[in-house]
């Protein structure tokens, strides 16, 4: 039946992902801190001295970054080269996974993780796909290392710098807020065990190696990332989330800004990671986002119906003039006026009503599909299917004018030929 193709079509592949990005909050809801910010422990007594300077409210947890072989899906993988872009993620602790929920007024999960397993919470808004954090096409966990990227690396050493891990959980929750995009900058939890030898292996080697790297930079990273097939320092160990005073906020943020300024290196594994995340600069980031990706969805989808509509039109044309002879085959047997209208209608709007029902069987299952491998929490099924209920109505509503039109046109055409 040719009505069902566009009817899978519009609800399968545009329908579901519109609706995700209509429901999408606004950029400032996807950013529960007016700062967050990676800092070296070296750097940690210019930070406190902010903090002492300014009336701001801070939260401070251990963390360490933590990268994976590739955390990108779009790139083919080549099992000879280092991947060029590796994940970038935040490595933290169950007692930080219980205190930032409890922070947000929400309720953690009993997670009980031991080595080798970690939980993750992406950083990512309703819209956007569910992803991997490495996508290395092993299919023995996620492959992660404690640590930033590596630029280079022995390809068959790979599965010793980067350790398996069975992910036991994930969800969608914006702890922190959407910072790298959506796709870097999640949350990773690990036991408290594995997690403090990670701590403490970088914490020791940013202690020793720092002020080398301030001394010499860029060839002493490269000197010894050759030799030790290592990076010379590894990033941030703590996180800071700040609340502050609007008519502060610019000072703070000035004030914050060796945070990147005197760490450029990094930022060179990826230009959306950073140590630093004024809200404001990152609301102008996730507008563009959410504006980009509404725009592209809802392209799509009118495309998808204004070609539907033109087939409609074509189908029914080609069809007009059978139903034409058999009107007037019904009128000379004595059939009433009515009658006849009535079975044309039939004819024409019953093949679009049966594919309309199948259409929406489909979106209730890939919508329950959606709503599982995308976690959604209750508040995003609710505003989801509330957008579903009046995008379908809409849609079928100007389906059924466009019928309506196409089945008066052909009613004129009969009474010219009587």
Not at 17 to 22: S, W
Not at 31 to 42: G, H, N, W
Not at 99 to 106: H, I, P, T
């Amino acid at each position: 039946m040719l009505c069902w193709s566009y009817i899978y079509a519009c609800f399968l592949f545009e329908g579901v992902p519109l609706i995700g990005a209509v429901i999408t909050p606004q950029a400032s809801d996807q950013l529960p801190y007016d700062i967050v910010s990676m800092v070296y422990d070296q750097d940690m007594d210019r930070v406190k001295a902010v903090m002492d300077t300014y009336d701001v409210d801070v939260q401070i947890y251990p963390m360490v970054r933590v990268s994976s072989i590739s955390g990108n899906s779009s790139l083919q993988q080549d099992e000879r080269s280092v991947n060029t872009e590796q994940g970038a993620y935040i490595g933290i602790t169950e007692d930080t996974y219980r205190s930032l929920k409890e922070a947000l007024g929400e309720k953690s999960k009993d997670l009980d993780l031991k080595d080798g397993e970690i939980y993750t919470v992406y950083q990512q808004n309703v819209s956007m796909p569910s992803r991997s954090l490495d996508y290395s096409g092993s299919r023995t966990g996620n492959y992660l290392r404690f640590g930033q990227p590596l630029f280079y690396y022995s390809v068959d050493r790979k599965h010793e710098l980067f350790q398996g891990h069975k992910e036991t959980g994930r969800e969608r929750d914006l702890l922190i807020g959407m910072l790298g995009e959506g796709e870097q900058e999640h949350l990773v939890v690990f036991s408290d065990e594995e997690f403090e030898r990670g701590y403490t292996k970088i914490r020791e080697k940013n202690e020793e190696n720092l002020p080398i790297l301030r001394e010499k930079e860029e060839l002493a990273r490269e000197q010894y990332l050759m030799e030790h097939e290592d990076n010379l320092t590894d990033g941030p160990t703590n996180l800071i989330l700040w609340d502050v005073p609007k008519e502060q906020y610019d000072d703070v943020v000035l004030a914050l800004s060796f945070l990147e300024e005197d760490h450029p290196i990094d930022r060179l594994f990826d230009e959306r990671v950073g140590n630093l995340y004024p809200k404001d600069q990152m609301i102008t980031t996730v507008r563009e986002f959410n504006v980009g990706d509404m725009a592209i969805q809802a392209v799509a989808a009118a495309l998808l119906f204004v070609f539907g509509l033109f087939q409609i039109y074509s189908k029914t044309e080609s069809e007009a003039a059978a139903i034409r002879e058999q009107d007037l085959f019904l009128l000379r047997l004595g059939m009433k006026e009515k009658e006849r209208k009535r079975l044309m209608h039939r004819q024409i709007h019953k093949p679009f009503w049966i594919s309309a029902a199948a259409g929406v069987v489909v979106e209730a299952v890939f919508a329950l599909l959606t709503f599982e491998n995308r976690s959604y929490q209750p508040d995003d099924i609710l505003r989801y299917t509330i957008a579903a209920v009046v995008f379908t109505i809409f849609y079928y509503l100007l389906w059924e004018i466009w019928l309506t039109y196409m089945e008066r046109k052909i009613w004129k055409g009969m009474g010219k030929q009587k």
